[in-house]
């Protein structure tokens, strides 16, 4: 209790109270305080999208009606300058229900789904030997040409980290082993799901072929199948493991995708808005509920609660990107579109819904003041402060772009690999008590920020420029 | 310590040393403890079927190859007379993956698994409304022919319990419920599964048609799916909810099945014999782990381990028993092949491979110092004696036809019901640890059984007849 005085006492010579009538006049801090034990909205657009819309995979159908279904929710929700930015995309699909099985010497059917830009099997699907390689840099190493007509198999493994960082160390087993099999001759790649769950649902995502590689067959087997397979090797005695696999993806070459924004308009629109981002795209076979539903969720309810408190000196942009899951097209047509306008800042949630523990940004030397105070302003929540330097989120580019100020609000991710890209990413797995922490420490960051009369990344006056276009 | 060597010092009453040259002579009770700690038959048993055979579909082709690797094993493993017992048994198989999308007013595809015993919708579906009802008995309450030309809904849900009694409240969902709305007209059923978990891996299972009611299309949606059907209801502001389902199972008529059975023969071959018993087929989903392999090599390893110690007094016999998933095939085959012959006490593992808390008998009060003794051995293990008249497990029907003496080793089910009838029954659901802890258990109690030159019904004299036909 006493911190939380504080706190509002420090708060308070931060932000004059805005003049309201009525209800009684509500302070920023107020606003997080209420969204960490009763926020709502939050749930409602989380629950809402991925009962009403469902999976919005890049490019499709699913995905326009995912717009449709956000630009009803943001007008519905207050927000103006509601908007479709639409671009032109390449799409892939990922056809019928992946199958894999073993034909010889244990036949039995494998979990298994196609990775993002695989080729197709065609539905007579490719039979062939599975060769195994403990990570991609055995896989690198084999000789030129020794995959010819075989199937690669990696077998790298993850382990759940509350960074993340995990995602590095595995992740290449998805994003580059299908291209360099692919460079020495096999036919197809699986690999072990990327992914720290133990069910039947296989991790997809998107993965490469390097330029000159033709794109082969690549698909992710469950945890369990791919546990099996292993113990199938063991218990083969050198024996050929032979496997059938059945993908089906195409692609449909372009189609339309598109950014939607919406904005909480500041008392100075002249000031560069605070921009909060997430993606509304999602792979095919989960609902999208943490990647990224709630990441949308969680920056809406955060740009609405300031709202509630009253209008912030600056304006806030929320961007549900479009398409971030297979190469990030909503966020590279959104600089391409607004490099020239500056931003304040940029954030992004695109981690789940589980709590926040860590604050970063790229300004902590620049500007250490203003980082101290969102420091101070976040502990109650049990939000340290950290000295990494904040990037950023995938759909910042723009941000990114204009060398401009960037905060991440690190969410603790040890379960976040459980469900990413799986089947198993629904409502259900959302805890509703971390998700309100989520957009009480983003209604305090976002308000803060939006009531910067100064330069975030400086301290120092506005810039009429993004920083890239002075140079910096 | 103080507590082992007590009751190693009350067992070496009842269990004199058996004459062994190599190694030093072993105890029953030792042979128990090296179990606890080091057993590793019953892992090799659980992991061996899962990775070389998969899948056990009762009447299939996946079946006969369970049956012929478990002769091997029994045969590899010490076991006399090792036999496939055939029978023939009315088979149907799930057929292509099930495919349940809603239409509108919020398209998304549902995960779905058919029920046994549901018939086709044809690859073509059905398309129809969905009506939810909270309840079975909701369901009984709807009015004749209310149903004509719609999908009914059941949302019953299920809570885990230590003991599996929520299978009675929530079975029935998965039992009756597709046959009362057809009875009513519905076109085909949907349920909520019958489990405890929150993956998208729906739980199969069979489900029944009463006689004169034509069998429609019966599904289980997964948990979340199904929490997403009930949150379409409430947003659907009224709207009907229209689904289309497609199932493809089919009835292959009468194909062969079979029950494998295996000895370890005791020194008085015509004292009745031990009966311990498992199943080995599986839905078609997982690898049959907890459902049953483990059960299969918790008492496999048992007998071994007793045998181990030194030749029993009666013969221990295993059965592996075939089809129980889809009628009790086995179980009824094998009592009416063997119904004249006496068994001494039946026994049957089949619910999963969680630690073993809880020793019931039906001869707690017509046998009491035997239950007293065996309570008293397996405390060390941290079982408790219960109160509870044994029942015994699905297979032994020959036992219960007999009227014969039974004992239940209850199992820890509070996960069982997150696993049962999914694709999810795999082997790295199971616990090395509380395996190994089974398979002391049942070593202890079979080895006693195994011992005992009384009845073990009565604690008199050994009957020469099975008690029903004594008229018992």
Known sequence: MNRTMTALAALSLAFPAQAKT???????????????TGDKVAWDFVEGITT????????????????????????????KNVAIEPYMMPTWIPGEPGRAEIVSPFPQRFAVAPLGTSASTGPEGITAEV????????????????????????????????????YGFAGPTRWVASGIAASKGAVATVIKSVGTDNHRNPHSGGTTFPEG??????????????????????????????MKLVLTPQDLGQTESGNVVGEIVGRNPSLPPVLIACHLDSWWQGTGAIDDGAGCAIVAAAARNV??????????????????????????AYSAAHVNEPFAVGLESDFGADRVWRFDSNFRETNPALHKRIALAVARFGV?????????????????????????LQQDGTRYFDLHHTPDDTLDKIDPVQLRQNVAVWTQVVGMLAGEATSILTGGPVPTAPPMMQGK
């Open 22 to 36: 009525l209800p009684a006049p509500m302070t920023l801090e107020q606003a997080a305080d209420d969204a960490l």
């Open 52 to 79: 009403e819309v469902g999976p919005r995979q890049a490019g499709t159908e699913a995905e326009a009606r995912g717009r449709a279904w956000a630009v009803q929710w943001l007008k519905a929700n207050g927000f």
């Open 131 to 166: 060769v195994m390689f403990a990570t991609v840099a055995d896989l690198q190493a084999a000789p030129a040409g020794s995959l010819k007509g075989k199937i690669a198999y990696v077998s790298n493994s993850m382990t759940p980290t509350q960074d993340g960082s995990q």
């Open 213 to 242: 590689v033709t794109p082969t067959p690549a698909g992710a087997l469950s945890n369990p199948d791919a546990a099996n397979l292993e113990r199938m090797f063991k218990r083969a005695g050198g024996k050929p493991i032979t």
């Open 307 to 332: 709202g509630f408190a009253g209008q912030p000196l600056r304006t806030i942009r929320v961007l549900f990107a479009g398409a971030e899951e297979t190469g990030l097209w909503g966020s590279k």
């Open 384 to 408: 340290s402060g950290g000295t990494d330097a904040a990037g950023g989120g995938a759909d910042l580019n723009v941000v990114r772009d204009q060398k401009g100020a960037l905060v991440d």
